[in-house]
Protein backbone atom coordinates (compact mmCIF):
# COMPACT_ATOMS: atom_id res chain seq x y z
CA UNK A 1 0.00 0.00 0.00
CA UNK A 2 2.65 2.73 1.08
CA UNK A 3 5.88 2.79 2.68
CA UNK A 4 4.31 2.01 5.81
CA UNK A 5 1.42 1.48 7.23
CA UNK A 6 -1.46 4.04 7.82
CA UNK A 7 -2.49 4.02 10.84
CA UNK A 8 -6.22 4.18 12.09
CA UNK A 9 -5.84 8.14 12.68
CA UNK A 10 -4.46 8.76 9.51
CA UNK A 11 -6.83 6.65 7.63
CA UNK A 12 -9.12 8.48 9.55
CA UNK A 13 -7.90 11.76 8.26
CA UNK A 14 -7.44 10.85 4.96
CA UNK A 15 -11.37 9.30 4.56
CA UNK A 16 -12.99 12.57 6.56
CA UNK A 17 -13.38 14.21 3.30
CA UNK A 18 -16.67 12.57 1.59
CA UNK A 19 -14.89 13.86 -1.81
CA UNK A 20 -11.84 11.23 -1.49
CA UNK A 21 -14.09 8.58 0.10
CA UNK A 22 -16.08 8.40 -3.35
CA UNK A 23 -12.59 8.87 -5.62
CA UNK A 24 -11.98 6.10 -3.95
CA UNK A 25 -15.12 4.14 -4.40
CA UNK A 26 -15.41 4.83 -8.07
CA UNK A 27 -12.08 3.59 -8.66
CA UNK A 28 -12.70 0.11 -6.91
CA UNK A 29 -16.24 0.36 -8.92
CA UNK A 30 -13.88 0.98 -12.02
CA UNK A 31 -11.36 -2.21 -11.79
CA UNK A 32 -9.41 0.32 -9.48
CA UNK A 33 -7.90 2.60 -12.47
CA UNK A 34 -9.35 5.86 -14.73
CA UNK A 35 -9.05 9.27 -16.15
CA UNK A 36 -9.43 11.75 -14.11
CA UNK A 37 -12.78 13.62 -16.45
CA UNK A 38 -15.24 10.03 -15.57
CA UNK A 39 -14.22 10.40 -11.88
CA UNK A 40 -14.95 14.06 -12.04
CA UNK A 41 -18.63 13.83 -13.57
CA UNK A 42 -19.94 10.91 -10.94
CA UNK A 43 -18.31 12.49 -7.91
CA UNK A 44 -20.45 15.71 -8.71
CA UNK A 45 -22.98 13.85 -9.92
CA UNK A 46 -23.25 11.96 -6.36
CA UNK A 47 -22.74 15.09 -4.75
CA UNK A 48 -25.62 17.08 -6.41
CA UNK A 49 -28.18 13.74 -6.41
CA UNK A 50 -28.09 14.05 -10.21
CA UNK A 51 -27.19 11.88 -13.00
CA UNK A 52 -23.74 12.55 -14.67
CA UNK A 53 -25.23 13.21 -17.88
CA UNK A 54 -27.08 16.48 -15.76
CA UNK A 55 -23.65 17.87 -14.25
CA UNK A 56 -23.06 21.39 -15.11
CA UNK A 57 -20.13 23.26 -16.00
CA UNK A 58 -19.53 24.64 -12.28
CA UNK A 59 -20.57 21.62 -10.68
CA UNK A 60 -17.67 19.79 -13.08
CA UNK A 61 -15.65 22.42 -12.41
CA UNK A 62 -15.81 22.93 -8.84
CA UNK A 63 -15.05 18.86 -8.09
CA UNK A 64 -12.05 18.80 -11.03
CA UNK A 65 -10.45 21.76 -9.43
CA UNK A 66 -10.58 20.02 -5.73
CA UNK A 67 -9.53 16.75 -6.93
CA UNK A 68 -6.70 17.79 -9.20
CA UNK A 69 -5.27 20.33 -6.51
CA UNK A 70 -6.10 18.35 -3.20
CA UNK A 71 -7.39 15.34 -2.77
CA UNK A 72 -5.91 13.16 -5.11
CA UNK A 73 -2.30 14.34 -4.04
CA UNK A 74 -3.17 13.65 -0.90
CA UNK A 75 -4.65 10.09 -1.79
CA UNK A 76 -1.30 9.69 -3.62
CA UNK A 77 0.90 10.80 -0.46
CA UNK A 78 -0.84 8.22 1.52
CA UNK A 79 -0.05 5.71 -1.03
CA UNK A 80 -3.48 5.13 -1.94
CA UNK A 81 -3.89 5.69 -5.35
CA UNK A 82 -0.95 6.40 -7.58
CA UNK A 83 -1.67 9.78 -9.77
CA UNK A 84 0.05 10.76 -12.88
CA UNK A 85 -1.19 14.71 -13.12
CA UNK A 86 0.01 15.04 -16.45
CA UNK A 87 -1.84 12.29 -17.88
CA UNK A 88 -4.69 12.54 -15.69
CA UNK A 89 -4.53 8.79 -15.05
CA UNK A 90 -5.34 7.59 -11.51
CA UNK A 91 -4.44 3.89 -10.36
CA UNK A 92 -5.80 2.47 -6.84
CA UNK A 93 -2.98 0.96 -5.15
CA UNK A 94 -2.95 -2.56 -3.63
CA UNK A 95 -4.06 -3.05 -0.13
CA UNK A 96 -7.46 -1.81 -0.76
CA UNK A 97 -8.99 -3.61 2.07
CA UNK A 98 -7.35 -1.51 4.89
CA UNK A 99 -9.85 1.15 4.03
CA UNK A 100 -12.91 -0.54 2.62
CA UNK A 101 -14.53 0.23 5.86
CA UNK A 102 -13.89 3.67 5.73
CA UNK A 103 -16.38 3.98 1.93
CA UNK A 104 -19.49 4.79 1.40
CA UNK A 105 -21.47 1.63 0.06
CA UNK A 106 -24.29 3.48 -1.26
CA UNK A 107 -23.24 6.28 -3.64
CA UNK A 108 -25.96 5.07 -6.22
CA UNK A 109 -29.53 3.93 -6.05
CA UNK A 110 -29.79 5.05 -2.43
CA UNK A 111 -33.15 2.94 -1.61
CA UNK A 112 -35.45 5.39 0.38
CA UNK A 113 -35.37 2.87 3.74
CA UNK A 114 -36.88 5.49 5.73
CA UNK A 115 -39.95 6.05 4.22
CA UNK A 116 -40.72 2.20 4.27
CA UNK A 117 -40.17 2.11 8.10
CA UNK A 118 -42.19 4.60 8.40
CA UNK A 119 -44.99 2.90 6.85
CA UNK A 120 -44.55 0.00 8.61
CA UNK A 121 -44.51 1.83 11.50
CA UNK A 122 -47.95 4.10 10.79
CA UNK A 123 -49.31 0.36 9.72
CA UNK A 124 -48.45 -0.52 13.30
CA UNK A 125 -50.18 2.71 14.83
CA UNK A 126 -53.01 1.90 12.95
CA UNK A 127 -53.56 -1.40 13.82
CA UNK A 128 -52.94 -0.70 17.90
CA UNK A 129 -55.40 2.17 17.48
CA UNK A 130 -57.88 -0.35 15.93
CA UNK A 131 -57.83 -2.70 18.72
CA UNK A 132 -57.64 -0.07 21.50
CA UNK A 133 -60.71 0.72 20.20
CA UNK A 134 -62.20 -2.34 19.16
CA UNK A 135 -63.26 -0.98 15.77
CA UNK A 136 -63.78 -3.53 12.39
CA UNK A 137 -62.03 -6.71 12.82
CA UNK A 138 -59.37 -5.94 14.73
CA UNK A 139 -60.77 -7.51 18.41
CA UNK A 140 -58.94 -8.22 21.45
CA UNK A 141 -58.19 -11.96 19.99
CA UNK A 142 -56.84 -10.96 16.96
CA UNK A 143 -54.50 -7.89 17.99
CA UNK A 144 -51.42 -10.01 19.05
CA UNK A 145 -51.21 -11.97 16.13
CA UNK A 146 -51.20 -8.89 13.89
CA UNK A 147 -48.86 -7.52 16.21
CA UNK A 148 -46.65 -10.17 15.94
CA UNK A 149 -46.91 -9.80 12.12
CA UNK A 150 -45.88 -6.46 11.93
CA UNK A 151 -43.14 -7.51 14.08
CA UNK A 152 -41.80 -9.97 11.52
CA UNK A 153 -42.89 -7.50 8.69
CA UNK A 154 -40.30 -5.19 10.20
CA UNK A 155 -37.74 -8.34 10.93
CA UNK A 156 -37.79 -8.71 7.41
CA UNK A 157 -37.31 -5.56 6.09
CA UNK A 158 -34.51 -4.96 8.48
CA UNK A 159 -32.61 -8.15 7.58
CA UNK A 160 -33.52 -7.18 3.60
CA UNK A 161 -31.22 -3.90 4.72
CA UNK A 162 -28.50 -5.26 6.18
CA UNK A 163 -28.09 -7.79 3.56
CA UNK A 164 -28.12 -5.25 0.76
CA UNK A 165 -25.61 -3.41 1.85
CA UNK A 166 -22.91 -5.84 3.03
CA UNK A 167 -20.61 -4.94 0.04
CA UNK A 168 -19.94 -8.67 -0.59
CA UNK A 169 -23.97 -9.16 -1.65
CA UNK A 170 -24.25 -9.98 -5.13
CA UNK A 171 -28.11 -10.10 -6.07
CA UNK A 172 -26.90 -12.59 -9.14
CA UNK A 173 -25.25 -14.77 -6.51
CA UNK A 174 -28.29 -14.85 -4.22
CA UNK A 175 -31.02 -16.17 -7.13
Known amino acids: MSKHELTQAELFDVFSNARRRRAVQYLKRHGGSCDL ?3 VEQV ?3 ENGIDSDDVTRTQRRRVYISLYQTHLPMLEEHGIVDWDPDDHAIDLLPGDDV ?3 YLDHRLENQRPWHRLYASVTALGVIGVALSWLSIG ?3 AT ?3 AIAL ?3 LLVLAVSV ?4 SR ?3 FDLQLAL
Open 99 to 101: FEP
Open 166 to 168: RPE
Open 37 to 39: APL
Open 142 to 144: VAP
Open 44 to 46: AAW
Open 149 to 151: ILC
Open 160 to 163: AQHV
Open 137 to 139: PLT
